[in-house]
DNA sequence: GCCGTTTTCGGCCCGACTGTTTTCAGTCG
C-alpha cells in the first residue's frame, strides 16, 4: 500500500463525512492529513517502525492508529463502515462541477441516484427541479456541469500552458483600464502540469476589466461573470479565472491568487495568531483598520517574514524556513552557464553543431554538451564508434573556432534491458560527458530497473542519468524504481541526477529534486533540444528545479568550465 | 481531528458568485 493509495483513502474519507454532514473541522483535519501523506517522500511503513508517523503535518493520535490499521490489515473500518452507507457513485457525482457533498447527497436520498449517466437522465427528465432547493437553473447547471464535465480538458503540461496564458495576458492587457494584467495561480508556482489559467490585474474600474476579459476572441463560454471576478472556458477547452482590484490590493491579490491553498491557509492562520485577518484586499487588524498591500513583498513583511518564491508556496516547511532566516537561494535562469543534454543532426537532431553552439553562445552561455544518441536507438540514427570519431573532428574544430566557448564531447548512452551500455567503455573514455537514459524495457520490476540504473552509475564513465524516472506527462508512468537507493549510489559514486525539461517530461520533478537536495545529490538542469531554439524550455526544468528548493550548488551547469570539468567523472 | 511565542481547550482562512430559501446556503477558488 503507497503513500497515494493511504492519502487516497483519507480524502475519500473526508468526502464521505462531509456528504453526511459530519463536523466541518473534522473534514478539514482529514484533508490536511492526506495532504501530508501525499507530500511524504519517506514510505509510511518506514516512518511508523520509526515512530515517526506523527511528525506528518496534520497527523495526530486518531489518524496514526488509522494508518497503523491500514498498514497492518489493509483496511479501514470506519471507511469500510461509511461505504457501505454511501456507495462509491455518490462520491462520483462531487466530480460534477456545482455538484458538491449537500447537493450530492440530497440526489441521492430523494432519487436513489449514485452514477453521473443516472444523474444526467434524471435532469433531462426533470426531476431534479422537484427537489428541495434546487430549481430549472440547478437543474440546467448540472447538466451543463456534466457537458463541460465531459468535454474539459485534463491538467495541462506547463510549456504548453505558458504560450496560452501569454496570449490571454497579451489579450486582456489590450483593455484600455487594465493594469499589470499577469499569469497567477499554480503556473506562477511552476507546477508541472495546471488545472487551469489565472489571470490578474490592477484598475480602478475592475467591472471595465472584467466585461472586456470575457468578450476576449479566445473565450468560448462564460462561466460566471461579476464585478471582480469571472471564469470562462476557452475555446480551446482550458477554464480561466480572472480577479481584478484596484492597485493598492495589487500585492495582497498576487499574494491570494498565486495560492497554493494550503500556503494561503497557513499565511492567514498565522496572521490571526497576530491578530491580523488577511484576505485579497490586504489585511484587517481587530480593530477593523486596513493594511493595504500594494506590493507582494508588503504582505510577507507585514507578518514579519521575508518574501517566499512562488515556486516554494506549497505549505511544506517555506514558512519555518522564512522564520528561521532558511529560504533557500534557489537557482536562477542567470545562474545556467550550459546546457548538458541536447542532439545534432549527427543522430536524431534537427540542426549542426555549430547550429546549437551559436544558439547557446546566443543565450550567454559558455558551454553545451552535444550528447547524440548511441547507436542501438536505430530510429535515432544512434552513433557507433566510428561516428563519434567522425563527429569528434568537427567538435575540435569548432572548438578552435568558437573558444573560450566549449563544445562538450558526448552521448546520450542506451542503458539496455540486460543493464548493459549501449557502447564500451573505451569509446565513453574518449568522450567529454556521457548521460545514460533508459529509453526501452520500461515493464521490468522494481529490482531489475533499479539494478539497471545502478549499474549504469556505477560505470566510471557515466557522468549524468537522463530523464531518470522515466515519466512521460499523460502519457506513461514512472518506471518502478527505488529513488531512495538511487540517491544513495548517486552520492557514493559522484553520478549527477538530470532534471529534463522536456515539455512532456520534467523529469525529475519537483518532489525527486527535494529530496535529492537533501540528500546532497548534483543536479543537470538539461532540454535535451533536438532544435536551437529549444534550449528556451530550460525555464521549465529550472521551475521543477526551483519547486525542488534547488540551489545553484546543487546544479551542476551553473559551475565554470572548470569547476564542471573537475565534477564529472 | 489537530494543535499551541495567545492556548492542553477552544479555536480552526476568506470572499465572490449564483440561485432561490425573502436573508442565506452551497459551491468554488
Redesign the pocket.
Known amino acids: 500500500m503507497t503513500n497515494k493509495d493511504i492519502a487516497d483513502i483519507f480524502y475519500q474519507l473526508a468526502d464521505m463525512l462531509e456528504i453526511k454532514g459530519d463536523?466541518r473541522?473534522?473534514i478539514?483535519?482529514?484533508r490536511?492529513?492526506a495532504d501530508g501523506i501525499a507530500h511524504e517522500t519517506q514510505d509510511l511503513a518506514e516512518l511508523r517502525r520509526q515512530g515517526e508517523l506523527?511528525t506528518i503535518?496534520?497527523?495526530?493520535?486518531?489518524?496514526?492508529a488509522k494508518i497503523g490499521e491500514l498498514l497492518d490489515t489493509g483496511k479501514l473500518r470506519?471507511y469500510e463502515e461509511l461505504k457501505q452507507e454511501i456507495p462509491d457513485g455518490v462520491l462520483s457525482l462531487?466530480s460534477?462541477?456545482?455538484?458538491?457533498?449537500?447537493?450530492?447527497w440530497l440526489i441521492y436520498q430523494k432519487l436513489g441516484i449514485h452514477s453521473i449517466p443516472d444523474l444526467e437522465q434524471a435532469a433531462r427528465a426533470g426531476k431534479l427541479?422537484t427537489l428541495?432547493?434546487?430549481?430549472?437553473?440547478?437543474?440546467?447547471?448540472i447538466l451543463h456541469?456534466i457537458e463541460v464535465l465531459h468535454r474539459r480538458s485534463p491538467r495541462i503540461p506547463l510549456g504548453v500552458a505558458l504560450p496560452v496564458a501569454q496570449e490571454l495576458v497579451a489579450g486582456l492587457a489590450a483593455c484600455p483600464q487594465a493594469r499589470q494584467v499577469i499569469a497567477v495561480?499554480s503556473l506562477r508556482r511552476r507546477k508541472a502540469t495546471v488545472g487551469?489559467l489565472?489571470i490578474m490585474a490592477a484598475s480602478s474600474q475592475p467591472q471595465a476589466v472584467?466585461d472586456c476579459f470575457v468578450g476576449l476572441p479566445l473565450v468560448g463560454e462564460v462561466v460566471?461573470?461579476?464585478?471582480?471576478?469571472?471564469?470562462v472556458i476557452l475555446k480551446d477547452g482550458v477554464?480561466a479565472?480572472l480577479m481584478v482590484l484596484a492597485a493598492e490590493h495589487y500585492g495582497s491579490l498576487m499574494q491570494?491568487?498565486t495560492g497554493s491553498?494550503e500556503h494561503?491557509?497557513h499565511l492567514?492562520?498565522l496572521?490571526?495568531?497576530?491578530?491580523l485577518?488577511?484576505?485579497?484586499?490586504g489585511y484587517?487588524r481587530r480593530d477593523g483598520s486596513a493594511i493595504l498591500c500594494p506590493a507582494e513583498e508588503d504582505v510577507y513583511r507585514t507578518i514579519g517574514l521575508p518574501w517566499i518564491p512562488p515556486e516554494l508556496r506549497e505549505d511544506s516547511g517555506e514558512f519555518e524556513a522564512a522564520k528561521a532566516g532558511r529560504l533557500p537561494r534557489l537557482v536562477d535562469l542567470g545562474d545556467i552557464k550550459g546546457d548538458l543534454h541536447c542532439h545534432s543532426n549527427w543522430s536524431d537532431g534537427a540542426a549542426s553543431i555549430e547550429e546549437m553552439a551559436q544558439a547557446a553562445r546566443g543565450r550567454g552561455y559558455v558551454y553545451i554538451a552535444i550528447t547524440d544518441h548511441s547507436k542501438s536507438l536505430g530510429i535515432a540514427h544512434g552513433l557507433d564508434e566510428e561516428r563519434l570519431h567522425a563527429r569528434q573532428k568537427e567538435i575540435d574544430a569548432l572548438n578552435a573556432r568558437l573558444a573560450p566557448f566549449r563544445v562538450l564531447s558526448g552521448v546520450e548512452v542506451d542503458i539496455k534491458a540486460d543493464a548493459t551500455l549501449d557502447l564500451p567503455d573505451e569509446a565513453l573514455a574518449q568522450l567529454d560527458i556521457v548521460v545514460a537514459s533508459i529509453h526501452s524495457g520500461f515493464r521490468q520490476d522494481r529490482q531489475r530497473m533499479t539494478q539497471r540504473l545502478i549499474a549504469a552509475m556505477r560505470n566510471p564513465h557515466v557522468d549524468i542519468i537522463g530523464h531518470p524516472t522515466g515519466i512521460l506527462l499523460g502519457e506513461r508512468e514512472a518506471y518502478d524504481v527505488d529513488f531512495e537507493a538511487l540517491l544513495a549510489v548517486a552520492q557514493d559514486t559522484g553520478t549527477v541526477l538530470e532534471v529534463n525539461a522536456m515539455p512532456n517530461r520534467l523529469d525529475l520533478d519537483d518532489v525527486h529534486v527535494r529530496r535529492a537536495v537533501e540528500r546532497g545529490v548534483k543536479l543537470a538542469i538539461s532540454t535535451d533540444a533536438h532544435r536551437p531554439d529549444v534550449l528556451a524550455t530550460i525555464v521549465l526544468g529550472l521551475g521543477m528545479a526551483r519547486r525542488g528548493w534547488a540551489e545553484a550548488k546543487d546544479v551542476v551547469n551553473t559551475m565554470t568550465m572548470e569547476k564542471l570539468r573537475a565534477q564529472l567523472k
Open positions: 463536523i473541522y473534522k478539514i483535519a482529514y490536511k492529513a506523527r503535518p496534520g497527523v495526530g493520535e486518531k489518524i496514526e470506519l462531487l460534477v462541477p456545482d455538484v458538491g457533498p449537500k447537493t450530492a427541479r428541495p432547493g434546487l430549481g430549472v437553473k440547478s437543474e440546467e447547471k456541469g495561480g487551469d489565472d472584467v460566471s461573470h461579476g464585478d471582480t471576478k469571472a471564469t477554464q479565472d491570494h491568487f491553498k494561503n491557509v492567514r492562520e496572521s490571526l495568531s497576530k491578530g485577518s488577511f484576505s485579497e484586499y484587517t
